[in-house]
């Protein structure tokens, strides 16, 4: 895959250090993403994936360090400029999170009402539009419940991009989804970046989908970024932890076991 | 004594942080606004929804009041007095509260249960996301519905309770029809219907605020939106007769 010509970066975490409730997550992370790139964050499950977005989106405030998206740190603006910041952002949440009290076109148009005057027939068209980049213009009348877990991922998906944001974040997009569905989400990931050109952050531990589209990709453990580079790359590196991810070995540096008494004596021993 | 202080010191702590979150309410009420159609959606939700239930017990309630009031008016050769009887004790008291009762067990659980699962699927993060302030766009519209809601309920459980009332005094004890209205329309007072509409809105205010707070602090798992629900109910029963009680110590003294 052809890496974009290297741009500005969108998104630059330097030296992140960020505990809650006594557990360190990061301690030292490093990490930059170029615009018009698809960076890949990958890493075992508790690593801190979903906490880095959140201090991506400035939900919560890093102990210390730098995390800055635009050139601006979340963690030094106030409600409202956090909410200008997010404007310019899309999020593509792991289940979807559609507003259940609303049908499909209502919810792709929901950004829009909530930010915009736009004449209603202007917002319809808009919405068709990204409902068709989905494929799902068919299924505008429909109701939320209706759809299956694809079906309400595109949707969310429609409704990440009706603002036309710089920056899209995926929390997950390939968990649960049936092979087709998956290879949608793939393409659509690949052709709104390509053809939008939209800086997109794809949080995931499905290393063989992200490998055939990701521009960069890291890869977290232990607070830290790991390993960084393309794809074949993260798989020439030599750190346990690593190979182990990048292979899929049930047992390594990440524990098949977790810590417990010894199994000798826990099962001699009278209750 | 250590071990009374705690639960003080956890109501309290509750206290304020539902104060606060009233605030953080309160500022938003203007501009939800600019969404009518929000507000009159949960007008209907907790309003219209809960019509049925809350006409059916207000019936009920009538019908009582005329059995109990004619058997104790009786004893003291007043029968006639019934109609103001049971038309100041609903107007005054049966109404406002029952209602409020009616509405937490509806309309209340149904807010509390509604939030909490929009938490729990991520919908009021996604919306934060979107910079989109769930508190105007989810807990503002429900929180103004039902404090709407309340006193039109409320005047209808009157009316229906008051129909009852008629209905067993005058048309199965035989209650002079002319003595049952002419007395009540003399002797209830526009201070009267005051009283109610002001517990009444006040009791709205305190059951929505509860049921939104509960479903927006609910835990996201499926035991604590269950659990947020119960207390919903349990704290909304609890503060309506206890601004009952105050409410009626204050109108009696004045």
Not at chain 2, 37 to 44: D, E, K, N, Y
Not at chain 2, 63 to 74: C, K, P, S
Not at chain 2, 82 to 96: D, K, S, Y
Request: hydrophobic share 50%.
């Amino acid at each position: 895959m052809d890496s974009p010509t290297p741009g500005e970066s969108v998104v630059e975490v330097r030296d992140l250090r960020y505990t809650i409730s006594g557990r360190t997550i990061f301690d030292g992370l490093n990490l930059s993403v170029r615009r018009g790139a698809i960076t890949a964050v990958m890493g075992p499950s508790g690593t801190g994936k979903t906490t880095l977005l959140r201090l991506l989106m400035g939900a919560v405030r890093p102990d210390s360090g730098v995390l800055s998206v635009f050139g601006k740190e979340p963690a030094r603006l106030n409600r409202v400029g956090i909410y200008a910041l997010r404007r310019r952002v899309g999020m593509l949440f792991q289940n979807g999170a559609l507003m259940s009290d609303l049908d499909v076109f209502e919810n792709v148009a929901f950004p829009l009402r909530a930010h915009t005057r736009l004449p209603e027939p202007l917002l319809r068209r808009l919405v068709l539009m990204k409902l068709q980049a989905v494929g799902l213009r068919g299924a505008a009348e429909l109701d939320t419940s209706a759809l299956s877990g694809g079906m309400a991922r595109r949707v969310a998906l429609a409704r990440a991009i009706v603002m036309d944001p710089e920056l899209l974040i995926y929390d997950e997009p390939f968990v649960g989804l049936d092979p087709i569905s998956l290879g949608v989400i793939l393409r659509l990931i690949q052709t709104l970046n390509a053809t939008l050109g939209i800086t997109s952050i794809v949080v995931t531990h499905d290393v063989e989908e992200i490998s055939r589209i990701a521009h960069c990709s890291y890869l977290l453990a232990n607070g830290k970024a790991a390993a960084a580079g393309s794809p074949a790359e993260l798989r020439a590196t030599a750190a346990p932890v690593v190979r182990q991810f990048m292979s899929g070995l049930p047992d390594g540096p990440v524990p098949f076991h977790v810590p417990a008494p010894d199994y000798r004596e826990q099962l001699m021993q009278d209750p | 004594m250590s071990g009374n202080f705690h639960p003080l010191g956890n109501v309290l702590a509750k206290a304020g942080r539902v104060g606060l979150f009233f605030v953080r309410v309160l500022g938003q009420c203007v501009p939800a606004l600019n969404y009518p159609r929000l507000l009159i959606a949960q007008i209907f939700n907790a309003g219209a929804r809960s019509l049925i239930i809350i006409m059916l017990c207000g019936l009920f309630v009538g019908m009582v009041l005329a059995l109990q009031g004619y058997d104790l008016l009786q004893r003291f050769g007043s029968e006639s007095a019934l109609g103001v009887a049971a038309a100041l004790g609903l107007v005054r008291e049966l109404g406002p509260v029952i209602t409020a009762l009616l509405f937490a067990g509806r309309a209340g659980t149904s807010l509390t249960s509604e939030i909490g699962l929009m938490r729990a699927t991520d919908q009021l993060t996604a919306m934060e996301m979107m910079a989109v302030d769930p508190v105007r766009r989810v807990v503002v519209p429900r929180f103004l519905g039902g404090i709407i809601a309340m006193p039109l309920l409320t005047a209808i459980f009157d009316v229906i309770g008051i129909f009852g009332a008629q209905l067993i005094g005058v048309g199965l004890l035989r209650v002079e029809s002319g003595s049952f209205w002419s007395q009540m329309q003399s002797a209830v007072q526009m201070r009267d219907v005051k009283e109610g509409l002001v517990k009444s809105v006040v009791f709205g205010v305190a059951c929505s605020l509860v049921a939104v707070y509960e479903g927006f602090h609910a835990e996201p798992t499926a035991a604590g939106v269950g659990l947020a629900t119960t207390r919903t109910v349990v704290i909304s029963a609890v503060l309506t007769l206890l601004f009952d009680y105050l409410l009626t110590a204050a109108f009696l003294n004045s």
